[in-house]
């Protein structure tokens, strides 16, 4: 039997935008601890219409202010790494694991995972993406339940539902290793990037035909 998610018990008076609505009531969340010391919740942003969703650990210090994800340091690297594959973050969905910001950016708990995991899994459903991109081990821990390191498991693909998935070292990361060498955290996403853009193409092409 399908699983109920939040979507199928949002009011149905606001139907038209499901999204919408989960969005309100995500801002009004106080299901976790997180809840306490944040000062916006960063639920997600760009379009609904999105191929790849992008899903990172949780909102840091600019995304806690600003109430988008991947703003600040990060956000701009993320930019530049989307841009290095002709894409912008407007023609892609872009969330996190947690809505809510860690205190002092720490890893959030697997209590805390959970507990987020209904919005993150309603936001999947409603976009029902092609492929989803996750930005570090906490987002593979987040989506799959298995703790395994992001060296490990990066560049790999999986199928999850109706999506094929890729798992790349966190923009954050890679702004802490920033050697382009062969083998370098930097050089293997730009492999992953690529790996990701033949897989759009591919998908462009079959669309056409
Ligand atoms: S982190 Fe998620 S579950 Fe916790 S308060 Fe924020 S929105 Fe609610």
Partial sequence: MKQRSLLDILPSSNSTSPLK?????CARCTQCGLHK???KVVFGSGTLEADIMLIGEAPGQTEDKTGKPFTGKAGKLLDKML??????????????????RPPNNRTPTEKEIETCRPYLLAQIEFI?????????????????GKR????????????????KCISIFH?????????????SPKWLTWQDLISLKRKLNKLTTKLHQ
């Avoid at 029902?128 to 799959?144: D, E, H, M, Q, W």
Wanted: proline content about 6%; some cysteine.
């Fill in 37 to 39: 010391n944040r000062t």
């Fill in 21 to 25: 609505t989960l969005k309100k009531t």
């Fill in 128 to 144: 029902n993406p092609k492929f989803i991109v996750l930005a570090g081990g906490s987002a593979y821990r987040g989506l799959t």
């Fill in 171 to 183: 923009p954050a990361y890679l702004l802490r290793n920033p050697s382009l060498e062969k083998g």
């Fill in 83 to 100: 841009a290095s594959i002709n894409l912008e973050r407007g023609q892609i969905y872009l969330t996190n694991i947690i809505k809510c």
């Fill in 148 to 163: 395994k390191p992001i060296s490990q498991v990066r560049g790999k693909w999986f199928k999850w539902h109706n999506s």
